[in-house]
C-alpha cells in the first residue's frame, strides 16, 4: 500500500525554535513536496525536490530550508520559527503529476 | 507550469452534474491540464488529466476546448461525498515537474 507519512501530526513550537518536518515515502518516488495549506489562501508549494541533494524553490520559500539526504527522506526546516508560520503542512510524492501522494499533514502552532 | 483561473465556489444539486470550469489561456502546447480535489484537511487526490482531447474515467469527464484556454471537470451525478475542494492544474506530464495547487473550487453538493 501507497505510503506517505510525516513525523508529527500535531506540533507546537515557540517563536525562535528551529523546527524539523520529516516526511518518509516508500514508492521510490523521484519527486518530493512540501505545501502549507491556509485558509483562504489554498494549497501553497514551498520547496520541492526530484533527486537527492537537489532541490527548487516553490512560490513562498521564505523562511524555510529544506534537506533530502536520501531518496525516501524530505526533510522541512523552520530556522526561526514565527507566528506567521503557523499552518498546516503537507507532504507529497511522485513519480508524475497523476501519481501524486499525499502524507497526512502536520498541523504546526508557534506560540 | 501555466496560471490557472477558477471560480472560488459552487454549488450543485445532488444528482445533477457538476460541471467546474478553469481558464488556462497561457497554456503551451505540451502542458496537460490535472484536476485533483481535497477533502477536509486530507492531501488532493489525482481525478483525471488530459492534453487536448476529452477524457473520462470511472471519476469523471474532462472537457477541453479546441484552443485549449479553458477545460471543464464534469462530474455526471454529484453525491454528497462530491463536497470537496476542485483544483486545476497546467504542467507537464513527465516526471521532475512541480506541482503548484493554488486556492480552486470549493464544490458544495447540496442535499
Known amino acids: 500500500d501507497v505510503k506517505v507519512t510525516q513525523s508529527s501530526r500535531y506540533l507546537v513550537k515557540r517563536t525562535g525554535e528551529k523546527v524539523f518536518l520529516e516526511c518518509v515515502q516508500d514508492?521510490?518516488?523521484?519527486?518530493m513536496f512540501w505545501y502549507r495549506q491556509d485558509p483562504g489562501l489554498g494549497l501553497r508549494l514551498i520547496y520541492f525536490?526530484?533527486?537527492?541533494?537537489?532541490?527548487e524553490k516553490g512560490d513562498i520559500p521564505e523562511g524555510y530550508s529544506v534537506s533530502r539526504e536520501k531518496k525516501e527522506r524530505f526533510s522541512l526546516i523552520l530556522e526561526s520559527a514565527s507566528t506567521n508560520q503557523t499552518s498546516m503542512y503537507l507532504c507529497?510524492?511522485?513519480?508524475?503529476?497523476?501519481?501524486?501522494?499525499f502524507g497526512p499533514g502536520t498541523r504546526l502552532t508557534v506560540t | 507550469d501555466a496560471k490557472t483561473t477558477q471560480p472560488p465556489s459552487m454549488d450543485c444539486a445532488e444528482g445533477r452534474a457538476a460541471n467546474l470550469p478553469c481558464n488556462h489561456s497561457?497554456?503551451?502546447?505540451?502542458?496537460?491540464v490535472y484536476w485533483y480535489r481535497q477533502i477536509h484537511s486530507q492531501g488532493p487526490q489525482y481525478i483525471i488529466h488530459g492534453l487536448k482531447n476529452n477524457e473520462t474515467n470511472e471519476m469523471a469527464s474532462l472537457i477541453i476546448t479546441e484552443d485549449r484556454k479553458s477545460s471543464t471537470l464534469i462530474l455526471p451525478h454529484a453525491t454528497l461525498r462530491d463536497t470537496a475542494v476542485y483544483y486545476c492544474i497546467a504542467t507537464f506530464s513527465g516526471g521532475y515537474q512541480k506541482v503548484t495547487f493554488g486556492i480552486g473550487t470549493k464544490l458544495q453538493v447540496i442535499p
Open positions: 525536490s526530484y533527486d537527492v541533494k537537489m532541490k
Open positions: 507529497a510524492s511522485n513519480f508524475t503529476p497523476d501519481e501524486q501522494y
Open positions: 514508492m521510490d518516488h523521484e519527486n
Open positions: 497561457t497554456i503551451s502546447g505540451n502542458e496537460y
